[in-house]
T-cell receptor
Framework: QKEVEQDPGPLSVPEGAIVSLNCTYS??????FMWYRQYSRKGPELLMY????GNKEDGRFTAQVDKSSKYISLFIRDSQPSDSATYLCAIPYTGTASKLTFGTGTRLQVTL | DVKVTQSSRYLVKRTGEKVFLECVQD?????MFWYRQDPGLGLRLIYF???????EKGDIPEGYSVSREKKERFSLILESASTNQTSMYLCASSLQLNTEAFFGQGTRLTVV
C-alpha cells in the first residue's frame, strides 16, 4: 500500500463550483499535512498546511483532516479558471527518516 | 522573493550521453532535493543533500548521482542517459528535511 494515495483525475468542473480534492494515507502517526498547487510547466508551490485536528480556512480554500479515516481534503469554494492546476497532498515524516512524501496529484480544470 | 533556479527549462540529449542538471537556491537552506515527476507516478525523490558534500539516496537513485560542493548549488548527473529517464526533473530546497519545500520551475528532459 502506498503511503499517500490520491486520485489523479482529471477533474473538470464549471466556474463557481465547489471542488473537493482528497488524499488517503496509511500511517496513523502522521500529524501534519500540506497541500501544494502546481500550474502547468511550473514547480509546485505550498498552498496550505494543516495539523491533525480540525479545519483550516484561507480565503476560498479549506483544508480538512479526518484522522479516524486517514483522509485529508482540500475544498475550493467559488472555483475560478485560475484554480486550474494540479493539486498535490504532502505529508512530512519525522524522526530519523525525515522527508516529505507526496501524493501523485489531482489535475483540476475549471471551465467557463 | 525566495528562489530556486534550475539551469535549463528544456533539454534534449542522446542515449548514452552524460547529462548535468544544475540547481541554485538563494535561501541559505541546508537541504536540497532532486525529484522526477511522471504522469500517474507523481513526484519521486531521487537524491537529497542535508549539507555540503553530504548526500542520501532517495526512492529511485539508480542511474543518477549528485554533487553538492557549495551550499547553494546541487547538481544531478545522469551518468549515461537512457530513454526511460525522459521526465520532468524538479529541484527543491527546504530549511528542514520535512518542512516546506521550495521548488524550481523544472527541467523537461527528453532522451532520444
Amino acid at each position: 500500500q502506498k503511503e499517500v494515495e490520491q486520485d489523479p483525475g482529471p477533474l473538470s468542473v464549471p466556474e463557481g463550483a465547489i471542488v473537493s480534492l482528497n488524499c488517503t494515507y496509511s500511517n496513523s502517526a502522521f500529524q501534519y499535512f500540506m497541500w501544494y498547487r502546481q500550474y502547468s510547466r511550473k514547480g509546485p508551490e505550498l498552498l496550505m498546511y494543516t495539523y491533525s485536528s480540525g479545519n483550516k480556512e484561507d480565503g476560498r480554500f479549506t483544508a480538512q483532516v479526518d484522522k479516524s479515516s486517514k483522509y485529508i481534503s482540500l475544498f475550493i469554494r467559488d472555483s475560478q479558471p485560475s484554480d486550474s492546476a494540479t493539486y498535490l497532498c504532502a505529508i512530512p515524516y519525522t524522526g530519523t527518516a525525515s522527508k516529505l512524501t507526496f501524493g501523485t496529484g489531482t489535475r483540476l480544470q475549471v471551465t467557463l | 522573493d525566495v528562489k530556486v533556479t534550475q539551469s535549463s527549462r528544456y533539454l534534449v540529449k542522446r542515449t548514452g550521453e552524460k547529462v548535468f542538471l544544475e540547481c541554485v537556491q538563494d535561501m541559505d537552506h541546508e537541504n536540497m532535493f532532486w525529484y522526477r515527476q511522471d504522469p500517474g507516478l507523481g513526484l519521486r525523490l531521487i537524491y537529497f543533500s542535508y549539507d555540503v558534500k553530504m548526500k542520501e539516496k532517495g526512492d529511485i537513485p539508480e542511474g543518477y548521482s549528485v554533487s553538492r560542493e557549495k551550499k547553494e548549488r546541487f547538481s544531478l548527473i545522469l551518468e549515461s542517459a537512457s530513454t526511460n529517464q525522459t521526465s520532468m526533473y524538479l529541484c527543491a530546497s527546504s530549511l528542514q528535511l520535512n518542512t516546506e519545500a521550495f521548488f524550481g520551475q523544472g527541467t523537461r528532459l527528453t532522451v532520444v
